[in-house]
Each structure stands twice: as C-alpha cells, then as structure tokens.
T-cell receptor, first 114, second 109 residues
C-alpha cells in the first residue's frame, strides 16, 4: 500500500513560473490537505478538501490554488512562483474532516524558487 | 489568538528518559496530537489525547491536562533512532490543527 504519493520530490523553479505539485492517495480518505513547512515554524495549512468536489482555504492560501476532481488526487498549483514560496510542501489525508482523526503524510516536495 | 509552545531543542542520553512539554491556547479544544518527524521525512502519528491523564504506548507515553492547557510526551529507554523532531498539535473547536514549531531531540551515546 503506497499511502500518499507526492511528485516531484524536489524542484528548482525560476520566479514567475507556474508549478503544480501532485498528490495521490490510495486510502480512500475523504479529507486531504496541503501544508508548507518552514524552518522554525509549525506546519501551516495552505488549502484543504473535505471531500471530492469541495475545497477550502487554510491559514496561508495566497498564491496557491487546489482542485479535487476525485477522491484520490489533490494537486497544488503555484500560478506564478515567488521566492517566499521556497519551502517543503506536505500533502496529507485523513479519513474524516470533522473528528479527531490522525493525518497521514506524503514524503514531501522540496521546492526552491529562485 | 491560538498558540502552541514547545522547546526548540533538547538533548538526552541513550537509555535515559526525556519529557517534551507542550502548552497550547486554542479556541475550543478537540484533542492534542503528537507526531514524530525524522530529518528529511514526513511526520508520523504518535499519540492522541482528548481526556486528562496519561496514555501509554510502549516506550512512549503522552499526558494531557486540559485545565492547564498542557501536554507532555515522555520517551523512555531512549534509542539513537529516537533522534527526531517531535511536533505537538492541538485541535480547535472547528477541528483545525494548530501546530507547534517542533522540538528537535538529539540523542547522545
């Protein structure tokens, strides 16, 4: 069982370029999340999705967009990358959104914007 | 505002016991999570507490005091593989997770 797969694992990107980080889960979880992790800061929620067809904004949504066309996939798009978006991005899923369910994380995508 | 505090870094000796503290302030409360994250890897779930008291799971235990807004993770019989960051996260009334910055635990032989 793969769990959650993210791609790419690492990417260097020129500022102004468009970039999509892919996330796929095979656990049939309802809820999916995108976090960014920066040194000295806690995980910060970018966007989330309760179920296929719905999305919501997290703590730091500006500059990012997501879609949830089906249960398994939850891509994150940077329309025009800026250096402040240099970070490690984690996709996560949980069985339910409302309720204290543990999160399962992908291995992360390390993005550097120059 | 909502806030989580935990120490930035701790050092302990192999075979010893270490306690990592976490204090939280949230709008409502639906439980406290601990995750382990090895360098360069994804966080993995360790424990969840929603009632006061101690939950024991092998070498790891987690404690919660709701009245004090306080939790700790207790690691016994430390092993070198326990060197990692430990993330505390509190769930608020909207079931949103508020994350601490993590405590980097260094284990020395």
């Amino acid at each position: 069982i793969a769990g959650i797969t993210q791609a790419p694992t690492s990417q260097i990107l020129a500022a102004g370029r468009r970039m999509t980080l892919r996330c796929t889960q095979d656990m049939r979880h309802n809820a999916m999340y995108w976090y960014r992790q920066d040194l000295g800061l806690g995980l910060r929620l970018i966007h989330y999705s309760n179920t296929a067809g719905t999305t919501g904004k997290g703590e730091v949504p500006d500059g990012y967009s997501v879609s949830r066309a089906n249960t398994d996939d939850f891509p994150l798009t940077l329309a025009s990358a800026v250096p402040s978006q240099t970070s490690v991005y984690f996709c996560a899923s949980s069985a339910l959104l409302e309720g204290a369910e543990e999160l399962f994380f992908g291995e992360g995508s390390r993005l550097t914007v120059l | 505002g909502q806030n989580i505090d935990q120490p930035t870094e701790m050092t302990a000796t192999e075979g010893a016991i270490v306690q990592i503290n976490c204090t939280y302030q949230t709008s409502g409360f639906n439980g406290l999570f601990w995750y382990q994250q090895h360098a360069g890897e994804a966080p993995t779930f360790l424990s969840y507490n929603v009632l006061d008291g101690l939950e024991e799971k092998g070498r790891f235990s987690s404690f919660l005091s709701r009245s004090k807004g306080y939790s700790y993770l207790l690691l016994k019989e430390l092993q070198m593989k326990d060197s990692a960051s430990y993330l505390c996260a509190a769930m608020d009334s909207n079931y949103q997770l508020i994350w601490g910055a993590g405590t980097k635990l260094i284990i020395k032989p």
